[in-house]
T-cell receptor, first 117, second 112 residues
């Protein structure tokens, strides 16, 4: 049963601390997305990669956020230093582009619920 | 103004009712229109997608796209308590490089 996995599922940290979230995309998928979901803003795209290369990170606060794909099986999202306004659920999603349906379907992981105190 | 607008709800209807969920958008370049369902504390999952205008039916679900009005709808017939979730509309342009833009989601509750 292929699925996107994310760790940790929950993270509580104090303001100023570094937070690293990890994602394992579905094997064979060539595109990885990082989203942030809050009640106020909904689902926002932070960054995405294709074939491990960053294609767009315009949605990410560059001064504190960074996203990488050290290899095809691991994507990371790092926040340093974290702030209370970063509290949200962070989702990773993967997909295969191009693909027959061309809908760019994305398969979402279960999310990391981050609370910054 | 957001590119995609969606009423957040919550929407509560009795079991068996027909549910209508809607989104409006401003970008005429959008060609693919999708509906994702998100259960509490889970990631969104793709429910249906359509290309350009028209209707698409899948079991109890029907997706409609009216590009002239920049308006999309999802209808759920014979709604079930298991349909209780947040429904997010999403859309993108034709290019594979085009990003998917999500609506903020409508929270739906089906009362037994």
């Amino acid at each position: 049963d292929a699925r996107v996995t994310q760790t940790p599922r929950h993270k509580v940290t104090e303001m100023g601390q570094e937070v690293t979230m990890r994602c394992q995309p579905i094997l064979g998928h060539n595109t990885v997305f990082w989203y942030r979901q809050t009640m106020m803003q909904g689902l926002e795209l932070l960054a995405y990669f294709r074939n491990r290369a960053p294609l767009d990170d315009s949605g990410m606060p560059k001064d504190r956020f960074s996203a990488e794909m050290p290899d095809a099986t691991l994507a990371t999202l790092k926040i340093q230093p974290s702030e209370p306004r970063d509290s949200a659920v962070y989702f990773c999603a993967s997909g295969l582009v191009p693909e027959v349906r061309a809908s760019n379907e994305q398969f979402f992981g279960p999310g990391t619920r981050l609370t910054v105190l | 103004q957001k590119e995609v607008e969606q009423d957040p709800g919550p929407l509560s209807v009795p079991e068996g009712a027909i549910v209508s969920l809607n989104c409006t958008y401003s970008n005429s370049a959008f060609q693919y229109f999708m509906w994702y369902r998100q259960y509490s504390r889970k990631g969104p999952e793709l429910l249906m997608y359509t290309y350009s205008s028209g209707n698409k039916e899948d079991g109890r679900f029907t997706a409609q796209v009216d590009k002239s009005s920049k308006y999309i709808s999802l209808f759920i017939r014979d709604s079930q308590p298991s349909d209780s979730a947040t429904y997010l509309c999403a859309m993108k342009g034709y290019s594979s490089a085009s990003k998917i833009i999500f609506g903020s989601g409508t929270r739906l509750s089906i009362r037994p």
